[in-house]
């Protein structure tokens, strides 16, 4: 089994940061990619930002230049640093693990969610 567990959210003004971490232990084999989603009340999940083993990364347009996907490797953890927030950043952020255990079988691992909310 693997797991990942999310921490660092919670209330922030608008203009603030927040910086997000995701931590994944268990049977692990390697970990290809990892990534945050988020989810808001009424709508559905969305990628936020996603960094492969190689640190490619990807982000959805209304991250771009305010959010940072960030990984160490050597810890199995992926940070998401969140700079400029704005109300409409508010919703559950999801860490997601694309992981190979030691029995070499492939699985998709989801957090519980960490809630983020920015006021206004």
């Known amino acids: 089994q693997v797991h990942v567990v999310e921490s660092g959210g919670g209330l922030v003004q608008a203009g603030g940061s927040l910086r997000l971490s995701c931590a994944a232990s268990?049977?692990?084999?390697?970990?290809?990619?990892m990534g945050w989603y988020r989810q808001a009340p009424g709508k559905q999940r969305e990628l936020v930002a996603s960094?492969?083993?190689?640190?490619?990364?990807n982000y959805a347009d209304s991250v771009k230049g305010r959010f940072t996907i960030s990984r160490d490797n050597a810890k199995n953890t992926v940070y998401l640093q969140m700079n400029s927030l704005k109300p409409e950043d508010t919703a559950v952020y999801y860490c997601?693990?694309?992981?190979?255990?030691?029995?070499?079988?492939?699985?998709?691992?989801w957090g519980q969610g960490t809630l983020v909310t920015v006021s206004s």
């Open positions: 997601h693990a694309a992981a190979r255990t030691i029995l070499l079988n492939y699985l998709d691992v």
């Open positions: 268990g049977s692990i084999f390697n970990i290809n990619a």
């Open positions: 960094i492969t083993s190689d640190t490619s990364t």
